[in-house]
């Protein structure tokens, strides 16, 4: 605010001006003076960027374009504080107008402003002021990518308010009327400006131009995602529908809009002629808009009463395929929805795939079922079929069968699995020792089988050589999940198992690429026959322990969690692969002799794949839609596509995620619990000793609580619970001791980053006037 304001009223803009420098000059020469300290400000920033890296596994790219596009905002930023000193005639009105006019250029982009009771007009303006913020452009570089646009925006803007800056000076030289109006022409030149540097800078977004500085790549297409492209078949076509009238749509999903469009043409261009793509706009209750719907593009209703289109048809001279509705929810998956509808275009017939399940019908293949969206996944990949639960097995072949969830079945089912195995065909086999999401079935309590008898899957994995954990569910300390109790407190659950990269096989595509798996009370397989080769995929640690399935039904995650005890043991094997030759168990339909490899994947864990340990809920206000809370879905597909024999959009579903942790902090509260486990386990069981005590002295005397108890039994206890009290102090106390060097390394941490910034400009302003008095000193001498 210094600037110019202060020698306008001093009187000393004329001695500044009658110096032999161009108004630009000195405009420049105080914008560069200022931005080198502003430069030095963020730069006093970096502890920061060493605690991140210290506290977990930071995406450094994701943080330099951060640093960088938060120097062109403070560039930018100063650029018109300079603007609004030129125009003002003191200090006061020049921090005044400068503090004025970034406030509204930020608040441009506060929550995508609408004004609804505006004009149509103005309205539609209102709905793209987003453009002329600095705030949505910094947000575009702090993601990662450095675009072309962002860059133009940061870089245009600042150059004309420094030009802006520059004709308010030289008006300065001017005696005539014009200039009186310098100072509202700087004003709203200002805000012209900026509008129209957003427009044309969003227009610069349709060329793709961008510099994608994230470690997984996340704005850049994948090599086998081009490789689609190019393989295409001449003809192909992607034709994007959209509504013409956006006035009533989401800002989320109008960028993901242009997202898409941008998407789709820089396929067109991958492909090299091969695929023709072109947006159709639509106005709703038109010839168009039901010529759209008949090709199966859906009309989305809004809260608001109005309905939009947002959907899209792949085809060419042989097939056609529509995405009735792209989500603006699914943006993160985008390239592999795209790459999907190209690679299924190139098939001649999509796999055929069944599946058998006891909590799915074979209705389900046309009405989804609410809590496993991962088959909706399955139908838009492959010719699915659902088979009956009871019936006496199929005669049609299939690529690849997949079992879920099914305990009991009929022997001529048994059979022609049995058969399909034989007979070289893919399968996979998802069993679980106790269903918390099928509560009829983790309530069955069947009897082991008789030696030679064949009445259920895990009798024919038996005869295979391949043992399963029926009875027993496996318990991880290493790997267990954080999980709320009904009061909101946490704790750690051991037989929910969150396993990560390090218990993933990294020599398998299917997981080579994962980060983070969830699987619910899982069992494991082992090999009976030393002969087989059951390859594991996803492993446990070795501190476990295996706990009998009926006590999960008997007892709350609490006390199992309490009473858990891990002990030194190999990893147990939750999914594996077998592709040797099977026996089978009916002389009738051996097919040793033709010598077929099979490919049997198998899984401990059923519970894995709905949407409560997969995903959460979410979305936009069209639908109800839901995210990704870990990698669950994308590897049953990528099961599914090796069993297929085809993994080219395993690659591209498997991208590193993005999501970073902080490790070390995970890494301190596992080794503090581990450190405190024994003692929280003692005092937190004779705590639920006492209170289960009292619990059944009250079933005894039929009365519900201690109030309804005679005086002199309802003293006692009270007495009795008194005593407890000391006990769930002990235990408070040893919680807060497994989260105390936590909280230690936050309040250092904390201390140190305030610290930090005021330490080292202290630090730079000695060492300058060190070298300013030693630059003085043979001037003076």
């Not at 030149?189 to 044309?200: P, R």
């Amino acid at each position: 605010m210094r600037a110019f304001g202060s020698k306008k009223v001093a009187s000393d803009m004329n001695l500044l001006l009658s110096y032999p420098f161009s108004p630009l000059e000195i405009v420049l020469g105080k914008w560069l003076s200022g931005l080198i300290v502003l430069g030095l400000m963020l730069a006093f920033t970096f502890p920061l960027v060493i605690t991140i890296g210290f506290l977990g596994d930071p995406d450094w790219g994701a943080v330099l374009s951060g640093y960088i596009g938060s120097f062109f905002t403070l560039a930018l930023m100063y650029a018109v504080a300079i603007l609004s000193s030129a125009i003002s005639k003191d200090e006061v009105s020049s921090f005044l107008l400068g503090s004025c006019s970034l406030f509204i250029l930020v608040f441009l982009d506060f929550n995508s402003l609408q004004f609804t009771s505006l004009p149509e007009f103005l309205e539609q303006i209102s709905r793209y002021t987003f453009l002329a913020s600095p705030v949505h452009w910094l947000d575009e570089c702090a993601t990662g990518k450095l675009s072309l646009s962002s860059l133009f925006y940061f870089i245009g803007l600042t150059s004309l308010c420094i030009c802006l800056a520059c004709l308010q000076l030289n008006g300065y030289r001017q005696t005539t009327k014009l200039t009186s109006f310098y100072p509202i022409g700087g004003v709203i030149g200002l805000f012209v400006c900026a509008g129209l540097t957003g427009l044309i800078a969003n227009s610069l977004d349709n060329f793709g131009l961008k510099l994608d500085l994230t470690d997984t790549q996340e704005y850049t297409f994948s090599p086998k995602t081009l490789e689609l492209a190019h393989n295409s078949s001449h003809g192909t076509n992607i034709e994007l529908y959209i509504s013409a009238d956006k006035s009533q749509i989401p800002l989320k999903i109008i960028k993901h809009m242009d997202r898409v469009e941008r998407a789709i043409k820089a396929l067109e261009v991958a492909s090299k002629g091969k695929i023709f793509a072109s947006v159709k706009r639509l106005q709703v209750d038109s010839r168009q808009a039901d010529e759209a719907e008949s090709r199966g593009i859906i009309r989305v209703p809004l809260s608001s009463g109005d309905e939009f289109y947002f959907g899209a048809v792949f085809s060419n001279k042989d097939r056609s395929l529509t995405s009735g509705y792209i989500d603006s929810a699914h943006a993160a998956s985008l390239e592999y929805d795209l790459a999907l509808q190209l690679s299924n275009l190139q098939r001649a017939q999509p796999p055929k795939v069944a599946l058998l399940s006891s909590v799915l019908k074979p209705s389900n293949v046309n009405l989804p079922h609410p809590g496993l969206s991962v088959i909706e996944d399955l139908k838009r990949q492959y010719d699915l079929s659902i088979l009956p639960y009871f019936a006496e097995g199929f005669e049609e072949e299939y690529d690849v069968l997949i079992i879920l969830d099914a305990p009991i079945i009929r022997q001529a089912m048994i059979k022609a699995i049995d058969k399909h195995i034989q007979l070289g065909k893919s399968a996979i086999i998802m069993l679980d020792p106790f269903q918390r999401m099928n509560e009829a079935n983790a309530r069955l309590d069947l009897e082991s089988s008789k030696n030679g008898e064949i009445n259920s899957i895990v009798d024919l994995l038996n005869f295979y050589g391949i043992e399963f954990s029926k009875d027993t569910v496996i318990g991880d300390f290493e790997n267990a999940t954080s999980v709320e109790t009904g009061n909101g407190r946490n704790f750690t659950y051991p037989y929910w198992l969150r396993l990560l990269k390090t218990n993933m096989a990294k020599d398998e595509p299917v997981s080579a690429n994962l980060n983070e798996l969830l699987f619910a009370e899982a069992g494991f397989f082992g090999v009976g026959n030393t002969s087989l080769n059951l390859k594991p995929i996803v492993t446990t640690s070795r501190q476990i322990s295996t706990t009998n399935r009926r006590l999960f039904g008997a007892k709350s995650t609490q006390e199992l969690a309490m009473q858990f005890t891990g002990q030194e043991q190999e990893p147990k094997i939750i999914v594996g692969r077998v592709n040797d030759g099977l026996p089978s168990p009916f002389a009738d339909q051996n097919f040793a002799l033709l010598d077929l490899q099979t490919s049997l994947v198998l899984v401990a864990d059923t519970d894995w794949l709905y949407d409560g340990f997969s995903k959460i809920a979410g979305g936009p206000e069209v639908s109800a839609t839901s995210r990704p809370i870990n990698d669950n879905h994308d590897f049953f597909l990528n099961l599914v596509e090796l069993s297929v024999g085809s993994q080219s959009l395993t690659e591209i579903r498997s991208r590193k995620s993005p999501v970073r942790a902080f490790t070390k902090i995970e890494d301190m509260l596992f080794e503090s619990r581990e450190k405190y486990q024994a003692k929280e386990v003692e005092f937190a069981s004779n705590i639920n000793s006492a209170e289960e005590n009292i619990r059944k002295f009250f079933e005894l005397a039929n009365v519900r609580s201690v109030n309804d108890l005679p005086e002199e039994v309802k003293a006692q206890v009270l007495k009795i619970r008194e005593m407890i009290y000391p006990l769930k102090n002990e235990l408070r106390k040893i919680r807060l001791q497994i989260r105390q060097e936590v909280h230690e390394l936050f309040q250092i941490i904390t201390l140190l980053n305030l610290l930090a910034g005021p330490v080292f400009s202290f630090i730079a302003l000695v060492i300058m006037r060190i070298s300013r008095r030693r630059t003085l000193r043979p001037q003076i001498g």
